[in-house]
């Protein structure tokens, strides 16, 4: 099984159809200007890059910028559509029920993971309200993807992501699994650091912020963090993520399999990891 660990379903033709906010929030929230596609084009996507199966993010961003970037139950109806997604829940750690939210959209509506991003969401990531939120998902033993490094969003803090941030919580919450989204770029030496020491840090690949991602991607594992780090030192905690549809699924695929990494480490990345991550060996 290959798994993008990163994507936004925010340009499906039939959410736009069914769902009458649906274009504003990609348009105005997501700040996306690509067509709206057919979910066909969604598989076809896949299809191409050889990935068997894409995460659903939302960010539930509704008290900060007026909508979500999808919705819990949206993600959860395209999940019951195909058993290629695999939904993620985001809830906002400012409101009041925030952890019982979290935890119907976990039990009731079968979403395996937590997807916060502090700068879209405008909330410090050491607020004691985020603490709360993480003992939830400790306790429905889930992963947590935080959006770490650059935000392009109008009216948000690039600090807010600033991978150290989440180290007091990485070491208060042991047995909870952080994902930093998009590698923590540019503070990609701190989110390795993190990586390196704490077992329970992942990095995903989303990390893209000019137009050619091999050549991205040869800058950022080549220049600025030596290849072999990936290879030698963290192996099992790389999550392969293209952040569709910003991108094409199969231009970062290309872009991941032109840096000098063995089958070996190639299959950790889009197979191993993130199947443990999300309990599918058992």
């Known amino acids: 099984m290959r798994i993008d660990f990163h994507t936004h379903p925010v340009l499906i033709q039939e959410m736009v159809d069914k769902y009458p906010d649906y274009a504003r929030m990609a348009r105005e929230v997501f700040q996306i200007g ?3 596609q ?4 969604f598989y076809l996507q896949m299809d191409v890059a050889r990935i068997d199966c894409a995460v659903l993010l939302p960010i539930d961003c509704a008290r900060a910028r007026g909508l979500a970037v999808s919705s819990n139950e949206q993600v959860a109806e395209l999940c019951s559509i195909s058993k290629r997604f ?3 829940a985001s809830v906002d750690p400012l409101k ?3 952890a019982k ?12 993971g937590l997807k916060l991003d502090p700068a879209l969401q405008d909330f410090e990531l050491r607020n004691s309200k985020v603490y709360a939120l993480y003992e939830a998902a400790a306790s429905l033993q889930i992963p947590v993807l935080v959006h770490t490094g650059m935000s392009w969003a109008p009216g948000t803090l690039i600090e807010r992501g600033h991978p150290m941030l989440l180290e007091e919580a990485i070491v208060r919450f042991r047995g909870l699994n952080f994902v930093l989204a998009h590698w923590g770029w540019p503070w990609v030496w701190e989110a390795v650091a993190l990586a390196l020491k704490y077992p329970n840090v992942y990095l995903d690949t989303s990390c893209l912020y000019y137009d050619s ?3 991205f991607y040869q800058f950022v594992f080549s220049k600025q963090i030596p290849t072999t780090v990936l290879e030698r030192s963290l192996r099992n905690q790389i999550l392969f993520g293209s952040n569709y549809p910003r991108v094409e699924i199969k231009n970062m695929v290309h872009a991941l399999e032109s840096l000098a990494l063995t089958e070996g480490c190639l299959n950790k990345i889009y197979d191993e990891n ?6 599918l060996n058992d």
Do not use: C, W
Not at 38 to 41: G, R, S
Not at 274 to 279: A, F, M
């Open 38 to 41: 057919p979910l066909e084009t």
């Open 101 to 112: 939210e979290l935890e119907h959209a976990v039990r009731s509506m079968g979403l395996k």
């Open 34 to 36: 690509n067509n709206f």
């Open 213 to 215: 991602p091999k050549e």
């Open 274 to 279: 993130p199947r443990r991550l999300l309990g």
């Open 86 to 88: 695999i939904g993620f």
């Open 96 to 98: 009041d029920g925030a």
